[in-house]
T-cell receptor, first 110, second 113 residues
Framework: QKEVEQNSGPLSVPEGAIASLNCTYS??????FFWYRQYSGKSPELIMF????GDKEDGRFTAQLNKASQYVSLLIRDSQPSDSATYLC??????????FGQGTRLTINP | AAGVIQSPRHLIKEKRETATLKCYPI?????VYWYQQGPGQDPQFLIS???????DKGSIPDRFSAQQFSDYHSELNMSSLELGDSALYFC????????????FGPGTRLLVL
């Protein structure tokens, strides 16, 4: 079992709808959680990070963290075709290392 | 804003050859991380450096070594290359060593023939 689990998808969402991406983690010592967006052949691009339980909003993106359930999610409102990418959930493991999930492929259909 | 710089962007080597990948962190960032991403896989942590000292080690083969220099740039040295080393190699940097946000460079695509 991977330490960070994501549904690999593909997840298809109509343009303008809300895309919901989910992630679970197994290491209760993890304190920081990150969502990266990665286009094919490109580097991971930071979307959001979250440290505290609850919701964190940044523009069209909302990250949610529930440490009791070891669950992290990312909501994308008003989805655009340019949001089509692989979304990587990552958790810190120790002070230095990031452990990534396998990524969820998201497709926004015009 | 300045980003992480990696060179070369593409590299083709033959089995048993050596390769050196370079990473220049974002200015003022003192921590560098190396990740390997195989086709269709998530990035796997290799090694990290903080203030020129190795700070954490992941699944880095013994054939690989790395260091961080006084100007904070880092080099990943890969010897006795194998076909399975073909991957994207990302460098990331952060300011500070503890659970800080990591910003990724564009990556070096290594192909071993």
């Amino acid at each position: 079992q991977k330490e960070v689990e994501q549904n690999s998808g593909p997840l298809s969402v109509p343009e303008g709808a809300i895309a919901s991406l989910n992630c679970t983690y197994s290491d209760r010592g993890s304190q920081s959680f990150f969502w990266y967006r990665q286009y094919s052949g490109k580097s991971p691009e930071l979307i959001m990070f979250i440290y505290s339980n609850g919701d964190k909003e940044d523009g069209r993106f909302t990250a949610q963290l529930n440490k009791a359930s070891q669950y992290v999610s990312l909501l994308i409102r008003d989805s655009q075709p340019s949001d089509s990418a692989t979304y990587l959930c990552a958790a810190d493991q120790g002070a230095q290392k990031l452990v990534f999930g396998q990524g969820t492929r998201l497709t926004i259909n015009p | 804003a300045a980003g992480v710089i990696q060179s070369p962007r593409h590299l083709i080597k033959e089995k048993r050859e050596t390769a050196t990948l370079k990473c220049y962190p974002i200015p003022r960032h003192d921590t560098v991380y190396w990740y390997q991403q195989g086709p269709g896989q998530d990035p796997q942590f290799l090694i990290s450096f903080y203030e020129k000292m190795q700070s954490d080690k992941g699944s880095i083969p013994d054939r690989f070594s790395a260091q961080q220099f006084s100007d904070y740039h880092s080099e990943l040295n890969m010897s006795s290359l194998e076909l399975g080393d073909s991957a994207l190699y990302f460098c990331a940097s952060s300011l500070g060593a503890a659970r800080e946000t990591q910003y990724f460079g564009p990556g070096t695509r290594l192909l071993v023939l």
